[in-house]
């Protein structure tokens, strides 16, 4: 039994001084095909470096030429948004003061309705039911115009039809 043990350590030594060999043998070859590198690279350095200028230039042309071609493209898309801003006169964006006076605009434009369907109303042309206005939004903390004021309906109907008169808006 003692035989067996020694041939078990004997066999293992040997396993274990075969991997220790073949670890020195690699960073052997290593060093050796480092130097090989080495004393190849000091002959070739002219040549090596031309070719890797030679590789740069060429990347570089790439480069510039994606750059225009990504600069052309992007000047068209503006160049095509700006022809759909001037087509519907959207040269720069709504500011508060364009709505507040967009919303008086439309409140005299209501007024101008509302009168209109009193007097025609009045004069028995058209019978309509009155609906409450619409809530309008507030507009932003500004001072205010009072809207214009309506304009009293006609009290007896005249007998030929005529349109009232207009008033000049801006």
């Known amino acids: ?16 001084k075969n991997i ?18 080495l004393e190849k690279a000091g002959v ?20 510039r030429d994606a750059i225009e071609a990504g ?12 022809r759909v801003r001037e087509n519907f006169n959207l040269q720069r964006p709504a500011r508060g003061e364009d ?6 605009k439309i409140d005299r434009l209501a007024n101008r309705v509302d009168a209109l369907t009193d007097a025609l109303s009045s004069s028995g042309t058209v019978k309509t039911a009155r609906k409450a206005p619409a809530k309008k ?9 009072s809207p214009a004021k309506k304009r009293p309906a006609a ?6 039809k005529k349109t009232p008169a207009r008033r000049k808006t801006n």
Do not use: C
């Open 137 to 145: 939004k507030k507009a932003p903390a500004r001072a205010k115009k």
């Open 71 to 82: 600069s052309a493209a992007r000047h068209s898309v503006e160049d095509r948004i700006n």
């Open 1 to 16: 039994m003692a035989d067996d043990k020694n041939k078990v350590t004997d066999k293992a030594g040997e396993i274990a």
């Open 99 to 104: 709505l507040l006076a967009l919303h008086e």
């Open 20 to 37: 220790w060999l073949a670890g020195v043998g690699a960073y052997g070859r290593a060093v050796d095909e480092a130097q090989g590198r």
């Open 44 to 63: 070739e350095p002219p040549k090596l470096f031309r070719e890797l200028v030679k590789a740069g230039a060429a990347l570089e042309d790439e480069a």
């Open 155 to 160: 009290k007896k109907p005249q007998a030929a």
